[in-house]
């Protein structure tokens, strides 16, 4: 069997198919075999020799999007003109207001932690091998340092924020009223405040309301009778 000598192409194809019917299908109503079908003679061996599953096209494809704003987070990190406290403010006003809100309530999976069971722990994952150790955890023991961040634990606070943002104060493993929703950010802000990060003015009240628009416009993807085939 002949070498592919541009997998590199092969994953860009495979990405773009995929996150296009994730955009016009909803991630639950699109299977593995959706995918190869849009993919013009591409077979599931070479689909599977670069994905191992459905929820690791879509963590790739979410970086692939992110790219810009990883960019942004890591220039944040390296700003020599910053406080510790100022970076981590202004990481999470630039990860609240990037498009990846928007990108997740267009895809929409279903919220149940259960039926995206793998797509959940991936996003853990992600916490606390990535965004932890090379954004937050070296902004906070800046804060530290500087004095602009009071914790005996660094560590900890950076992924006590990070998992509380991305798996608690957000609607992505949950239904949630507005009312509920606003709550939780509520009292994300406060418990932060009390820690000593003060998110109060980082944006992520409005950027989180204005993902519950979107999610809200995508409510059909959630119907009975519309789940997708994993």
């Known amino acids: ?25 909803g991630y639950d109503n699109t299977s ?11 077979t599931k061996g070479a689909v599977y020799h670069h994905f191992k599953s459905k929820d690791e096209i879509l963590s790739a494809a979410l970086d692939r999007e992110n790219e810009a704003l990883y960019r942004e987070l890591k220039r944040i990190r390296d700003d020599a003109h910053m406080t510790g406290a100022q970076k981590l403010q202004a990481l999470f006003e630039t990860s609240v207001n990037g498009s990846q809100l928007e990108i997740w309530s ?5 919220t149940d ?3 995206n069971s793998r797509l959940l722990g991936l ?10 150790p090379y954004y937050v955890l070296p902004i906070v023991e800046q804060g530290v340092r500087d004095g602009s961040i009071k914790t005996n634990h660094p560590r900890e606070l950076s992924e006590v924020l990070v998992l509380l943002a991305n798996l608690w104060a957000g609607p ?12 939780r950010i509520a009292f994300y802000i406060e418990l932060a405040s009390a820690l000593g990060v003060e ?22 993807l959630f119907s009975e009778g519309k789940e997708g085939v994993s």
């Not at 593995?32 to 591409?42: A, K, R, T, V, Y």
């Not at 996003?123 to 932890?132: A, F, G, H, I, K």
């Not at 992505?172 to 606003?182: A, I, K, Y």
């Open 1 to 25: 069997m002949a070498r592919n000598k541009h997998p590199e192409e092969t994953v860009a194809k495979i990405l773009d198919v995929a996150l296009e019917l994730f955009f016009t299908k």
């Open 32 to 42: 593995i075999q959706d995918i190869i079908d849009n993919l013009g003679g591409l």
């Open 172 to 183: 992505m493993f949950r239904t949630s009223t507005p009312e509920e929703l606003g709550g």
């Open 199 to 220: 998110l109060a003015d980082s944006g992520m009240t409005e950027a989180l309301k204005r993902y519950r628009v979107v999610f809200e416009e995508r409510a059909d």
């Open 113 to 115: 932690p259960v039926k």
């Open 106 to 110: 267009t895809i929409a999976p279903a």
């Open 123 to 132: 996003q853990y994952q992600s916490v606390l091998e990535e965004t932890v």
